[in-house]
């Protein structure tokens, strides 16, 4: 059995109330320096567009959401402590029921803010 799905191995995973996804991009030109130090490049998608930069199990809501993030794809560095920041704040958003919450990060492996990654 796959421990976040429930589904047994070789099983078909549904995100039938079982899984939420967000998608938080992080890469881009840095514009504006937060509080904390962390630059801001950091994005979800906008209200009104697939889950609104939520946490979502619906298949058509994800869709809506990948499309966007690549049509709005940011080029530029990698700075991820902002985008640590917004992930953290979907998982506190999200519901609290029992569902386990894992972050994935796909990068290039540049990272321009490690410096800030231990107060993300």
């Known amino acids: ?3 976040l799905s429930g589904v047994p191995a070789g099983g078909s995973p549904s995100l039938d109330g079982k899984v939420r996804v967000g998608f ?3 890469s881009g030109i ?6 904390n130090g962390n630059i801001d490049a950091a994005q979800t998608t906008p209200a009104q567009t697939g889950a609104s930069g939520r946490l979502t199990g619906s298949k058509v809501e994800l869709e809506s959401e990948l499309e966007w993030q690549e049509t ?3 080029q530029g560095g990698t700075f991820i402590a902002s985008a640590l920041d917004t992930a953290a704040d979907m998982f506190k958003a999200s ?3 029992g569902r386990k919450k894992v972050l994935l990060i796909f990068t290039d492996g540049r990272i321009q803010d490690a410096d800030k990654l231990t107060t993300a």
């Not at 840095?30 to 509080?35: E, F, G, H, K, S």
């Open 30 to 35: 840095p514009t504006n320096v937060l509080p």
């Open 24 to 26: 938080v991009q992080f």
């Open 1 to 3: 059995t796959l421990s």
């Open 72 to 74: 709005n794809y940011m």
């Open 95 to 97: 519901p609290a029921d």
